[in-house]
């Protein structure tokens, strides 16, 4: 029956990924430039990555991450799929899904084994949550998918090793945190769920002679050493070990405001649908949950499985794994690994069959559960679809623009009106100029022409956007007529599609409109320039 189970929450998490795997589902955003970066990196040269000034050439800074193993997961696709091959990175995203929910089956089953039907659920759940298309339809994505893989095996490896006392899957739990340090920064976090574990589930400190105690917690000291030897790393090579410095009054602030933005974002909603729809789906699945959970009031939750399930699962989980969340930015692909352990508290509490009085209410829990796994199952589906029509329509892009740049004289100066975002998604944010050169075309195509995109679609900073096309643009707002430019522009005649047109633009006009809106002299952007200064700037070129 466990096969079977397991069998079913693969098979659910793999259909709802499949429509990413089609060859017209092309690059996105970041993707580029990680494929431009990685793409004929020899294999000896990964231990460089352990000092991250690479992803300079990426962002235009140097990020404080040590992520070799997420690059290696990159440079490994490139190598077995062909560097272009979109289909290929996609793959191995709906692969880590895959992976990913059969361990939340494995870890709710390890936690209930006597029962069935919780780990298919908390399996399920976890497959369909709508929060989770971007680390499957997102090739960048995936850093939340390898990240929650090493997680959530170094958890079960750590929760084997107690329920079995087996020293190897211990060793199991402790080299997959290791490896999970090196994909992303959010994984020191560990250490203090699996403490947190041993406190909740373990005997009370009462009731345990100091042997017990020490025998207890020693096995959590090589995590914890290992912890501290990459905060160590981690101070050595950035200004701080854990971005301290973000943490403020303020970003506790914004950080409880988000959480509406987290709730939401775990319910079975879809992006692009209507507010009002949004907010009768919000109240229907808050009525599910309410209805299905009255037996939390009842006097048999004094059961001791039923509150540390609960409250490791839902609280402790949600609380412990949100945390690196304080000092970043809200992204709904941030909550894969948090909406592991929400899928198994909700799938404890929607069918607690540990309850002898469950069985009266079981055909209505059973019918709203059902309810609540199909909506979720068609939001999932519809935020992957917005996705997947970014990356057609990206690949159309792709096509094209190397098309109709040739049609043009080398060295034109060309106004490429590409969106950073299409539906609320990512679309060619940070691409450019690597999606014009190697290995995605067999020249730099970008380096024949005086390009000027938009500022988000450019791969750096705002004063390094100015910095590169100042010398482009200011012969433009400084002369003293009309000129003809040339832009590349969505087609009004076929969706998806561009084309080349000619627009006459006048010198003084468009220099005044730009100093009145941004409330600066052209000079002063040299000197100043950030995001407030150069999109409204972008908007008047592109408008």
Known sequence: ?????????????????????????????????????????????FLSYFVPDWIEGIYGYTLDELRPVLAFSYWLDSHMFGATNAMGYHATNVALHVLNSVLVFAIARAIVPAQTAIPL???????????????????????????????????????????RHSRPWLAASLVLFAFGLFVKQTVVTFPVLILAYDAVYQPSIRSSTRHELISRYAVQVPFLLLLVLYLGLRATLFDSALRGERVTL?????????????????????????????????????????????????????????????????????????????????????????????????????LPEWWRDASRSMVPRALSVVVFLVLSGIALTLNIRTWIANGVESGRLSASLPVLL??????????????????????????????????????????????????????????????????????????????????????????????VQKRTVSGPELRMKIENTVGKRLESLAISTSWTDVYPLAKILFE
Not at 17 to 38: C, E, K, S
Not at 155 to 162: I, S
């Open 250 to 350: 303020e970003a506790f602030r914004v950080f409880a405001i988000r959480q509406f933005f987290y709730a939401r974002s775990l319910l079975p909603i879809a992006y692009q649908i209507p507010d009002q729809a949004k907010v009768a789906l919000a109240v229907f699945t808050a009525g599910v949950l309410v209805a299905c959970g009255r037996w939390l009031l009842n006097r048999d939750v004094r059961d001791p499985d039923v509150r540390r399930h609960l409250l490791f699962f839902g609280v402790i989980w949600y609380g412990v794994t949100i945390a690196p969340m304080i000092v970043t930015y809200p992204s709904a692909r941030h909550l894969y690994l948090t909406g592991a352990g929400v899928s198994i508290a909700l799938a404890l509490a929607l």
């Open 1 to 45: 029956m466990a096969l079977l189970s397991c069998a079913a929450v693969s098979t659910l998490s793999l259909a709802v990924g499949l429509p990413t795997l089609q060859a017209h589902n092309y690059f996105l955003a970041d993707d580029f430039g990680l494929v431009h970066h990685l793409h004929n990196l020899a294999l000896s040269r």
């Open 406 to 499: 040739r049609s043009l004289p080398a060295g034109s100066t060309v106004m490429v009106g590409i969106p950073e975002t299409r539906r609320d998604a990512y679309f060619w944010y940070f691409a450019l100029p690597f999606a014009l050169q190697k290995p995605f075309l067999p020249e730099d195509l970008y380096g024949q022409f005086a390009i000027v995109e938009r500022p988000g679609v450019y791969c750096c900073l705002p004063h390094q956007w100015w910095a590169a096309k100042r010398s482009t643009l200011e012969p433009i707002l400084r002369s003293s007529g009309t000129r003809e430019l040339t832009y590349i522009v969505p087609d009004p005649r076929d969706a998806g599609a561009w084309r």
């Open 121 to 163: 659920l908390a399996g399920a759940v976890f497959a369909l949550l709508p929060s989770s298309a971007e680390p499957i339809a997102w090739i960048s994505g995936r850093v939340d998918s390898l990240t929650s893989a090493f997680y959530l095996g170094a958890f079960f490896g750590f929760l084997r090793f107690r329920i």
